[in-house]
């Protein structure tokens, strides 16, 4: 039931985004022009989606490895040197995720392309 309420709930904003532009959209003459801001609105809240996912993603995988490492360690202290390397080289691969996720965001907040498109 919760899961069906959260569906409905990101549909209807969803919707409301996606034709936010075309209802509130006004002549040039006599009014004002919205769509510029709604796109920038919606890009901050894709940055903050993008970052979210980036830095679970990065939490998730960090986490794994260590508690694997640690169990490996346990198991075998003889070669705890090579599990560390080995943990370590894996920990700064999952956190280019969140790195990268970081450069979308960027790219997004401050170079965007579909602003450029609106002049």
Do not use: H, W
Not at 4 to 29: I, N, P, R, W
Not at 49 to 54: D, H, K, N, P, Y
Not at 103 to 112: E, H, R
């Amino acid at each position: 039931m919760k899961s069906k309420k959260m569906f409905v709930a990101l549909v209807s904003v969803l919707f409301v985004f996606g034709f936010a532009s075309l209802a509130l959209a006004a002549e040039k003459e006599g009014g004002a022009d919205y769509t510029k801001a709604i796109v920038l609105g919606c890009s901050v809240i894709a940055a903050g989606i993008a970052m979210g996912f980036g830095a679970i993603g990065a939490g998730l995988g960090i986490g794994q490895a260590t508690g694997g490492a640690s169990n490996a360690v346990g198991r075998n202290p003889e070669a705890q040197g090579k599990i560390m390397l080995t943990m370590m080289v894996g920990m700064a691969m999952t956190e280019s995720v969140a790195i990268y996720a970081l450069v979308v965001s960027l790219v997004i907040l401050y170079a965007n392309p579909i602003i450029k498109l609106l002049g």
